[in-house]
């Protein structure tokens, strides 16, 4: 249950991130003197290749890490466990 949340979390997160990264560009780029620099908003494919790779990695590591951590759990000394 665990990581079936994280991997919605990472794909939701993957494309708000993508829109707002762009609109936050295109907000900067507007927000600088026109008469005195001109920056074009350029974004390549391959930077955003590079971020769902480096996001990608990400998750994958934490979700092995908890899935290791929730192998080696004792459920019968958990649900003994009070509060």
């Given at each position: 249950?665990?990581?079936?949340?994280?991997?919605?979390q990472?794909?939701?997160?993957?494309?708000?991130?993508?829109?707002?990264?762009?609109?936050?560009?295109?907000?900067?780029?507007?927000?600088?003197d026109?008469?005195?620099?001109?920056?074009?908003l350029?974004?390549?494919?391959?930077?955003?290749?590079?971020?769902v790779?480096?996001?990608?990695?990400?998750?994958f590591?934490?979700?092995?890490?908890?899935?290791?951590?929730?192998?080696?759990?004792?459920?019968?000394?958990?649900?003994?466990?009070?509060d």
């Open positions: 249950m665990l990581l079936g949340e994280q991997a919605v990472v794909v939701l997160g993957i494309g708000i991130g993508a829109v707002l990264g762009r609109s936050m560009g295109a907000l900067w780029i507007s927000s600088l026109r008469e005195l620099i001109r920056v074009p350029t974004i390549a494919p391959a930077s955003y290749v590079g971020a790779c480096v996001v990608g990695f990400a998750a590591a934490s979700a092995l890490v908890v899935r290791r951590r929730s192998d080696r759990l004792d459920l019968v000394a958990v649900l003994k466990a009070r």
